[in-house]
């Protein structure tokens, strides 16, 4: 049985809730009709060009859910925190929050702002656990660690939008329907690596025997949605959904960790 107050795990079954819709919505987007490959003339090459374009942008509706995916994780490390002090001192310890560091020597600072004063109320065993899932101790940067990329997440949320990109799949691809003849360099099969943005030109070339209307070349687009480099560039290019679920899992651990001092 759980030791730690029901609304803690309260937030991180919301925060599921929200996931569970985001994939769904995300799902649906991906599989339908939102983006055409269109055949036209660079006029300034006169070469044939076959050009994508997004025909739905993708919602800031999904920045807001993956916000509050990320506040309501935070919010529940926090609480954690604020009730296990409730529980050791009695009373409230002003400035208490769960410690999310990527250096050693900030986490181990007792005074205001560091990370063993933000925890000072909580039990000697429950301190020690939270030092062995920092940042520092996860990563050699820790940089890279789940519960540092829900601290940017959650700070980002708060001042600006989460930005978010369409990043090709290896289940994309080009295919000619009829034979292509060409005159110079040509690039036929120019997928983008990575993030796959509107406009984005997928095949070009000069025809030998001058321009005409014919369909040379068919596409299959498969993209999935990725946080963008404008975002966090550590994680630039991951996975939206993967990347929560990895987050929330992150959390749950924390949680078995911090009850697992209090038994």
């Given at each position: 049985?759980?030791?730690?107050?029901?609304?803690?795990?309260?937030?991180?079954?919301?925060?599921?809730?929200?996931?569970?819709?985001?994939?769904?919505?995300?799902?649906?987007?991906?599989?339908?009709?939102?983006?055409?490959?269109?055949?036209?003339?660079?006029?300034?090459?006169?070469?044939?060009?076959?050009?994508?374009?997004?025909?739905?942008?993708?919602?800031?509706?999904?920045?807001?859910?993956?916000?509050?995916?990320?506040?309501?994780?935070?919010?529940?490390?926090?609480?954690?925190?604020?009730?296990?002090?409730?529980?050791?001192?009695g009373h409230p310890v002003e400035f208490?929050?769960?410690?999310?560091?990527?250096?050693?020597?900030?986490?181990?600072?007792?005074?205001?702002?560091?990370?063993?004063?933000?925890?000072?109320?909580?039990?000697?065993?429950?301190?020690?656990?939270?030092?062995?899932?920092?940042?520092?101790?996860?990563?050699?940067d820790g940089k890279e660690s789940l519960t540092w990329l829900l601290q940017?997440?959650?700070?980002?949320?708060?001042?600006?939008?989460?930005?978010?990109?369409?990043?090709?799949?290896?289940?994309?691809?080009?295919?000619?329907?009829?034979?292509?003849?060409?005159?110079?360099?040509?690039?036929?099969?120019?997928?983008?690596?990575?993030?796959?943005?509107?406009?984005?030109?997928?095949?070009?070339?000069?025809?030998?025997?001058?321009?005409?209307?014919?369909?040379?070349?068919?596409?299959?687009?498969?993209?999935?949605?990725?946080?963008?480099?404008?975002?966090?560039?550590?994680?630039?290019?991951?996975?939206?959904?993967?990347?929560?679920?990895?987050?929330?899992?992150?959390?749950?651990?924390?949680?078995?960790?911090?009850?697992?001092?209090?038994?």
């Open positions: 049985m759980s030791v730690l107050a029901p609304a803690i795990y309260a937030r991180i079954a919301r925060a599921k809730e929200h996931l569970a819709s985001l994939k769904a919505e995300i799902d649906a987007f991906c599989r339908r009709n939102a983006h055409e490959v269109r055949h036209e003339i660079d006029p300034e090459t006169a070469e044939k060009i076959v050009v994508y374009y997004a025909r739905e942008h993708i919602p800031v509706t999904w920045s807001i859910l993956i916000g509050e995916i990320a506040h309501n994780l935070r919010s529940s490390l926090d609480q954690a925190v604020y009730d296990l002090t409730i529980r050791e001192s208490s929050e769960f410690p999310i560091f990527t250096d050693r020597d900030r986490f181990k600072n007792t005074g205001k702002g560091g990370g063993l004063y933000k925890i000072r109320g909580v039990p000697p065993k429950t301190r020690e656990a939270i030092e062995r899932v920092q940042p520092f101790n996860v990563r050699s940017e997440l959650s700070i980002i949320d708060k001042h600006r939008t989460i930005h978010l990109c369409r990043r090709k799949t290896t289940g994309m691809e080009m295919r000619a329907v009829r034979d292509i003849t060409f005159t110079g360099n040509a690039d036929l099969f120019r997928l983008p690596i990575g993030k796959l943005e509107d406009r984005a030109i997928l095949a070009r070339w000069k025809p030998a025997n001058g321009i005409d209307d014919e369909v040379y070349m068919e596409a299959t687009i498969a993209f999935e949605i990725a946080f963008d480099d404008a975002t966090i560039p550590t994680i630039a290019g991951q996975p939206v959904i993967t990347t929560c679920e990895g987050i929330i899992t992150s959390v749950e651990r924390v949680m078995e960790l911090i009850e697992s001092t209090l038994s």
